[in-house]
């Protein structure tokens, strides 16, 4: 009797144990998150970024160097030190910290092709929260399986992505923290050729998609780099944009996010990217002012914070904002330098902010803090619409 009643008790344990940590799990994925990058840079004050309207800060960027994840500059310790302090006033945020990046990713691919090396990764990553004292880890692969700036890659890639996020997760969830591991995906379809998706995502507590840069000055028609609505072939039939998507789809938040819900990815471990920054084009006729026709290249500067946008372009010196109801986003165009300018505004993170809470998604990130107007930016148009 003595041991039926002790098998009872034990299954129950089992039971009660298991709803618990499914419950913890399904609490921490509900919450809306708010994620800003965030890179330090000249005139850094930690004490004064707006932390109280964001859930995670992420701070960028490590790198692998000798299979190890490290700071390529010493300066970065006492940055990250300084941004982590910050937490005594915000008690709720967590500080991330993300490896790689464009142009800082080439040493994912060695590493991650052995067990032995993706070991030595996987235990300097876990020294590394530990001496911060920091809340989780951003893989930033860009990309698996395909070429980057100074980034080696393989077919193996693919699988050994997989391994090191299943890796990283068991090394993390050995600490007894609750740590947060996301990765940052790209924002169109060939990207998801070369990783095990539905794998990572087990992993995974959230898969940031980048969902800008989708469009630059290489592209040899004008469109948008970060537009949430969906664009169809036959939106852009009447222009010089047809011959070039018809070969190459045209990109959108949407179109990305319902690809990979159908894939089986869960929606809220979905955090929907915004761009705090535009993406410019020269030599652009006036036609249907700018948007979708011929350039003659990215004008210089490439690329322009919206803090600058929003005091030197919009509506400013010859720059006149126009909408696209289709795309969902704004776009600046000036006739008489020919110069187009693709970007989000206020009111597009606003969108896409709702869709994110209308699709039940794990919530909003975007790229990067600093970028950000000091008054009425792009964050507080996320933040007030936020539940």
């Given at each position: ?38 890179m ?6 930690p004490?004064n ?16 160097i000798?299979?190890?994840m ?13 941004l ?7 008690p ?10 464009w ?8 590493m ?21 004292s920091?809340?989780g880890?951003?893989i ?8 980057g700036?100074?980034n080696?890659?393989?077919?193996e ?14 090394a ?11 990765f940052a995906a790209a ?5 998801f050729?070369h ?7 087990k992993?995974a ?10 469009t ?7 469109a948008?780099?970060t ?20 070969n ?19 929606t809220?471990q979905?955090?929907i990217?915004?761009?705090?920054y ?15 026709q ?14 600058i946008?929003k005091?030197n ?8 904002r ?5 795309a969902m986003?704004p776009?600046?165009?000036n ?7 693709s970007?989000?505004?206020t ?8 869709y ?16 950000d107007a000091?008054?009425n930016g792009?964050l ?5 619409n936020q539940?």
């Amino acid at each position: 009797m003595r041991i039926h009643i002790l098998i009872i008790t034990s299954l129950l344990f089992l039971i009660i144990t298991s709803c618990s940590s499914n419950i913890q799990t399904k609490e921490k994925r509900d919450e809306f998150v708010i994620m800003g990058y965030l890179m330090p840079g000249k005139n850094y004050e930690p004490e004064n970024l707006p932390l109280e309207k964001l859930t995670h800060i992420i701070y960028s960027f490590t790198e692998v160097i000798d299979n190890k994840m490290t700071f390529k500059y010493r300066s970065n310790h006492e940055s990250l030190r300084e941004l982590v302090n910050q937490k005594k006033n915000h008690p709720n945020l967590k500080v991330m910290i993300a490896c790689g990046g464009w142009g800082g990713s080439g040493g994912f691919s060695d590493m991650a092709a052995k067990k032995e090396t993706r070991n030595i990764f996987v235990e300097s990553v876990i020294s590394f929260i530990k001496e911060s004292s920091i809340d989780g880890l951003d893989i930033d692969w860009e990309y698996p399986g395909m070429p980057g700036i100074g980034n080696p890659y393989r077919p193996e890639d693919k699988e050994n992505f997989s391994a090191l996020m299943k890796e990283l997760r068991e090394a993390m969830d050995k600490t007894n923290k609750n740590l947060t591991l996301s990765f940052a995906a790209a924002g169109w379809e060939r990207y998801f050729d070369h990783i095990e998706l539905l794998e990572v995502m087990k992993h995974a507590d959230y898969i940031n998609m980048m969902t800008y840069d989708m469009t630059g000055g290489g592209t040899p028609v004008t469109a948008h780099h970060t537009n949430l609505g969906k664009i169809e072939l036959s939106d852009i039939k009447q222009t010089p944009a047809f011959n070039y998507f018809k070969n190459h789809n045209p990109r959108s938040a949407q179109q990305i996010i319902d690809y990979i819900r159908l894939m089986g990815v869960n929606t809220n471990q979905i955090v929907i990217g915004c761009a705090f920054y535009g993406k410019t084009w020269k030599g652009v006729a006036p036609v249907n002012n700018g948007l979708y026709q011929r350039n003659k290249g990215a004008w210089n500067p490439t690329t322009i914070t919206y803090s600058i946008l929003k005091d030197n372009y919009e509506n400013k010196n010859g720059y006149k904002r126009y909408w696209d109801s289709i795309a969902m986003a704004p776009f600046l165009y000036n006739s008489t330098d020919s110069i187009f300018i693709s970007y989000d505004d206020t009111v597009s993170v606003r969108l896409k902010t709702k869709y994110a809470l209308e699709n039940k998604l794990g919530g909003v990130m975007f790229w990067e803090l600093k970028q950000d107007a000091e008054e009425n930016g792009l964050l507080d148009a996320i933040y007030r619409n936020q539940p």
